[in-house]
């Protein structure tokens, strides 16, 4: 089927496929990109991927499989008449799944592909705005670190055109409850219990940002994703993810590595003022001490460190 589509639509395919993991992430939702097959009574999953947020049982992966467009209804009809739709899935007997299906659509308009998001934990608002994100993406995103992956403690909120927190999931109140904001929906983001003027700025500029600040004893990484990339365009998507804990892992481990650096460097210098010792006593008959004394008097008075003074004379006696 991919060979049958345009420059243009496989350029877009390519870049919406760079953020489908981050999409899946934000919206805790599967989510799967469809092309019909050759044969009509079958439709080709080009990509699915399971989200790091996933609340309910993981399915199984059926990327590069085909499957019978009786199987899949909704996402039949959205590419037949090119329509976003909404239903239930049932997974197993008695448990269901909101499922979202979204038309892909090139610059003429004409309905190429389908996008669905199959979730056991709906937020109408988050899926819309994850969707509109994944569908305004200007280049492949994959290596651009705004828009890595979220993990299962990430906060999420979705902001409007007027700074205001419109949708927001259980870990994100989680983390404003920790800062003492209580509700958080119809707040503003530059609140003053808030003040996030990054999130303003992405917004009024339609570039993605993030910064990472401390906050009732909290370190917290922020990430603004606006929706349009485009100043002034509309919302944008907030994470925001608790760094504490991680930044002082970092800070042990650099101590750590600095202080096996100074061991290494302790352990090479040794060794070569044993070798360097062992050159005097042979040469001038001295003991170690006497030969070990002569080396430091000779560092201080030609202010040369002790490891260089050691590697200059072992070099000499080569």
């Known amino acids: ?7 243009e639509q496989k350029n877009t395919l390519q870049t919406l496929l760079s953020g489908l993991e981050l999409a899946a992430d934000i919206a805790h939702a599967r989510v799967t990109l469809y092309l019909l097959d050759g044969d009509r009574k079958f439709l080709q999953v080009l990509k699915q991927v399971q989200p790091l947020t996933q609340r309910g049982k993981e399915q199984p992966d059926l ?9 899949e209804p909704l996402v039949y009809r959205t590419l037949q008449n090119n329509i976003p739709l909404r239903g239930m899935r049932e997974l197993e007997l008695g448990v269901f799944n909101s499922f979202w299906v979204y038309p892909l659509r090139d610059v ?3 309905c190429y592909g389908a996008l669905s ?3 056991v934990d709906p937020d109408e608002v988050i899926i819309r705005e994850t969707v ?29 055109a007027n700074k205001v927190i419109i949708a927001a999931n259980n870990e994100a109140r989680h983390l404003f409850q920790v800062m003492g904001i209580g509700e958080l929906l119809g707040k503003r983001t530059n609140h003053l219990a808030i003040n996030w003027p990054v999130v ?16 009732n004893g909290l370190l917290l990484a922020l990430r603004v994703l606006p929706v349009v990339p485009k100043a002034k365009a509309g919302s944008a998507i907030v994470i925001l993810q608790d760094v504490t804990e991680l930044r002082k892992r970092d800070e042990e481990l650099q101590k750590l590595n600095a202080e096996l650096a100074d061991l290494k460097e302790s352990l090479e210098t040794r060794k070569l003022l044993d070798r360097a010792k062992g050159i005097l006593m ?3 008959g001295m003991t170690e001490q006497e030969a070990y004394r002569k080396l430091q008097q000779f560092s201080m008075e030609k202010r040369i460190p002790l490891k260089e003074l050691a590697e200059r004379i072992i070099k000499s006696a080569r």
């Not at 991919?2 to 420059?7: E, K, P, Q, R, V």
């Not at 990327?63 to 199987?71: A, F, Q």
């Not at 670190?145 to 990430?154: E, F, H, M, Q």
């Open 117 to 119: 998001f199959d979730t």
């Open 63 to 71: 990327t590069g499989r085909k499957v019978r467009v009786v199987e």
């Open 200 to 215: 303003g700025k992405a917004i009024d500029t339609g570039i993605a940002a993030s910064k990472e600040f401390t906050t």
């Open 282 to 284: 042979t040469a001038y």
């Open 132 to 160: 509109e994100l994944l569908l305004n993406l200007p280049r492949p995103v994959d290596k651009d670190a705004n828009y890595k992956r979220l993990t299962a403690a990430d906060g999420l909120l979705v902001v409007d």
């Open 1 to 7: 089927m991919l060979s049958t589509l345009t420059a």
């Open 108 to 110: 003429r308009g004409k």
